[in-house]
């Protein structure tokens, strides 16, 4: 007679054998599985290993590359700026290395560096722009015009242009010293500027950036930055719009500028500022603007060359 005890006996031996047979099925798969990915493990950390090798073997190359740039570099600009001039526009995040080679490499040139002008973080600020608009319509020289659009970016630039460009017609200066001295003072009272003592007016100006723009109004302050540049060449003989690593993708000024064809059209742009060799290139393109000629160079994704007569 089958009994109650004796279905729950051989129900509990099923589940007790199925649990055993769970038990060593899982062992042996777990041991195949541990084989596989103690192999796949091993193969990774060499894969890892030989493109550690590989990017430190890049890096010895960037580096003899640079180290030749910087001892060919005045070579292979000399004469190239023989008695122009060239003002500095740098930005807060402009590296002072970077700025100081690219001086001495105008000098090497020929050319004299007539000044240094710093745009604070407050000049690109979204929420300072309504301000420096009305402060650039205060602070006009008598006699000059401001450009007709209305974002600050493109006010500033013409005022800049008036303060810092010689007139690429006759080479004079477009504004009184005193009118100079009196624009500068007032922008920079209110936190918009740091002028070096002295700058005066020059043929040519570099307006030398850091990196990409970050942070939540990046693409404002990016594209503040690229209508100053642009409308700062229109008012002068030619300027360079030069950056760091980074600065020509979407976020950065250079990036915004060479969406635009019609920036492009008059402002030259370098991407590598940051490295002799691109340094070197923004004196060559400062060149090519007193020409009439512009382009966009260095080695990010969206430059025609390398630099100036390497087009293809």
Same mark, same amino acid.
């Given at each position: 007679?089958?009994?109650?005890?004796?279905h729950i006996v051989?129900?509990?031996?099923?589940? *007790?054998?199925? =649990?055993? !047979?769970?038990v060593l099925g899982s062992t042996a798969i777990s041991g195949r599985l541990l084989s596989g990915l103690s192999d796949e493990k091993n193969s990774l950390a060499q894969q890892v290993n030989e493109l550690q090798n590989d990017r430190n073997a890049l890096n010895a190359k960037l580096t003899e590359a640079d180290e030749f740039a910087e001892s060919v570099g005045p070579l292979a600009v000399k004469?190239?700026?023989t008695e122009r001039t060239v003002v500095l526009v740098t930005t807060a995040d402009a590296r002072p290395s970077d700025r100081d080679?690219?001086?001495? *490499?105008?000098? =090497?040139? !020929?050319?004299?560096v007539t000044g240094e002008v710093q745009l604070t973080d407050a000049f690109a600020d979204p929420s300072r722009g309504d301000q420096l608009r009305d402060l650039v319509a205060r602070l006009q020289p008598a006699g000059s015009q401001l450009p007709t659009a209305g974002d600050p970016g493109t006010r500033a630039g013409g005022l800049f242009g008036t303060l810092l460009l010689l007139n690429p017609t006759n080479n004079q200066p477009q504004a009184t010293p005193d009118e100079a001295a009196a624009a500068l003072s007032g922008l920079s009272n209110a936190g918009f500027v740091k002028a070096s003592a002295g700058v005066k007016p020059a043929q040519l100006a570099v307006v030398l950036t850091g990196g990409a723009a970050l942070g939540d109004s990046a693409a404002d302050r990016a594209s503040t930055l690229a209508r100053f540049a642009t409308q700062l060449d229109r008012t002068g003989a030619g300027v360079v719009l030069a950056g760091a690593d980074g600065s020509a993708n979407g976020t950065g000024a250079l990036g915004v500028v060479r969406a635009d064809t019609a920036a492009t059209s008059v402002l030259s742009?370098?991407?590598?500022?940051?490295?002799?060799?691109?340094?070197?290139?923004?004196?060559?393109?400062?060149?090519?603007?007193?020409?009439?000629?512009?382009?966009?160079?260095?080695?990010?994704?969206?430059?025609?060359?390398?630099?100036?007569g390497t087009a293809s």
């Open positions: 007679m089958i009994t109650l005890r004796y051989s129900i509990t031996s099923v589940f *007790l054998a199925l =649990a055993v !047979g769970v004469d190239r700026l080679a690219l001086s001495g *490499l105008l000098k =090497a040139a !020929g050319a004299t742009t370098v991407d590598n500022s940051d490295t002799p060799a691109g340094q070197v290139v923004v004196v060559m393109a400062l060149r090519e603007q007193l020409e009439g000629r512009s382009g966009r160079y260095g080695v990010a994704g969206n430059a025609e060359a390398s630099s100036p």
